[in-house]
C-alpha cells in the first residue's frame, strides 16, 4: 500500500499562482503512476493531469492545459502540480491518486490509492 498526503492549497486571486505537493510513504513511489483530480461541490470528480512511473508520459484534461504542470520527484517521494494563470472555475478540492498499472490513466476508478484532498479557492 501507499498513503498520500497533499499540502499546499488555499485562496488565491485569479491569475494567481499555488503549487500543491502530494507525499507518498508505503511502497516504492517509482511502481505508480500519479494523477490529480479535482471535486467542485455538487459536481463529479474530474480527470486534471497523470505523469507516468518516470514522468516520460504526461496527460492534462483540455480545461488545464497549458496552465498547470505536473512533475514527481522520485527521490523525494512527491509529485507536484504547479497552477498557474488560476481561474474561479478551478475552485475544487484536489486529490492526488496513485495507480500501479503501467500507463497513466484519465478515469479516477481506475487509481488504487487517494489522499484526503487540498482546497483550492480561486477569488474574482
Known amino acids: 500500500q501507499v498513503q498520500l498526503v497533499e499540502s499546499g492549497g488555499g485562496l488565491v486571486q485569479a491569475g494567481g499562482s499555488l503549487r500543491l505537493s502530494c507525499a507518498a510513504s508505503?511502497?516504492?513511489?517509482?511502481?505508480?503512476?500519479m494523477g490529480w483530480f479535482r471535486q467542485a461541490p455538487g459536481k463529479e470528480r474530474e480527470f486534471v493531469t497523470a505523469i507516468s512511473r518516470y514522468g516520460d508520459n504526461i496527460y492534462y484534461a483540455d480545461s488545464v492545459k497549458g496552465r498547470f504542470t505536473i512533475s514527481r520527484d522520485n527521490a523525494k517521494n512527491t509529485v507536484y502540480l504547479q497552477m498557474n494563470s488560476l481561474k474561479p472555475e478551478d475552485t475544487a478540492v484536489y486529490y492526488c491518486?496513485?495507480?500501479?498499472?503501467?500507463?497513466?490513466?484519465?478515469?479516477?476508478?481506475?487509481?488504487?490509492?487517494w489522499g484526503q484532498g487540498t482546497q483550492v479557492t480561486v477569488s474574482s
Open positions: 491518486a496513485a495507480d500501479d498499472r503501467t500507463v497513466p490513466s484519465t478515469s479516477w476508478g481506475s487509481y488504487d490509492y
Open positions: 508505503g511502497r516504492t513511489f517509482s511502481r505508480y503512476v
